[in-house]
């Protein structure tokens, strides 16, 4: 949307690229620390955030222990929200960011508001899901029931999910349940990325 002279952004384009620059600072202030250098994205990656033709509806990265699931999953994230204001999407994108512990957690009935934290995980335009199968041990029924709220309602309207996750969706009936599993298996379908490589961890302590 160029002035009728061509060089000039017209200020409708301005504003948008206001909101975009406004929208991924207050992201980047979000992403811990530790994650928030610049990295190169596997092309998978950046296929799905980009939004290329035939790029799968949901991204689940997988690999071993400190391969860079997470660091990769937040830099996806926000390439997945710069697309959404760069393509004019309506209304302002938003991404929930959450590690799986932390929502099983405020999802049990004594959470503060357990109600309000299924609503917002159901209708974000991004969820990211941090290390799904962390707890290892299957979430009660009643957080069980409420994530598979969360995942039937996005499933249903076809929002992405972004989970990083040590363990392939089909083994993860245990943690998350039939019913969910079931989904992500659908909803990632062609997204699966597993990561390869040593864990840098390691490799920074050597
Ligand atoms: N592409 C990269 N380039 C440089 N450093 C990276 C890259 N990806 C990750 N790292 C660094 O490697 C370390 C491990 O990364 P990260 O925590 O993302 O691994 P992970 O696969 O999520 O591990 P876990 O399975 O334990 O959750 C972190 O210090 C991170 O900043
Ligand atoms: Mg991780």
Redesign the pocket.
């Known amino acids: 949307m160029l002035s009728v002279s061509g060089d000039e952004p017209t200020p409708q384009q301005m504003w948008i690229d206001e909101r975009r620059r406004h929208a991924l600072a207050r992201f980047d202030d979000r992403i811990p620390a ?2 928030r ?1 610049t ?2 994205l596997p092309q998978a990656a950046a296929d799905w955030a980009d939004g290329t033709p035939g790029a799968p509806a949901s991204l689940f990265l997988t ?10 999953a937040w830099h996806t994230a926000r390439r997945w929200l710069d697309r959404q204001y760069r393509h004019g999407r309506p209304g302002s994108p938003t991404v929930q960011t959450w590690r799986s512990t932390q929502l099983f957690d405020a999802l049990r009935p004594e959470g503060d508001n357990p109600r309000a934290v299924t609503h917002a995980a159901q209708t974000c335009g991004l969820l990211y899901l ?2 799904l199968a962390a707890a290892r041990v299957s979430p009660t029924g009643w957080t069980q029931e409420r994530l598979y709220e969360i995942f039937d309602e996005r499933y249903t309207s076809q929002l992405p999910v972004l989970i ?1 996750c ?1 363990v392939l969706p089909a083994k993860l009936a245990d943690i998350v349940g039939d019913r969910v599993a079931s989904r992500l298996a659908e909803m990632c379908r062609g997204g699966i990325h597993l ?1 390869r490589g040593a ?3 390691l490799a ?1 302590a050597a």
């Open positions: 530790l994650y250098e990295i190169d690999g071993n222990i400190g391969v860079g699931k997470t660091h990769t941090d290390d990083t040590d990561m864990d840098r961890r920074g």
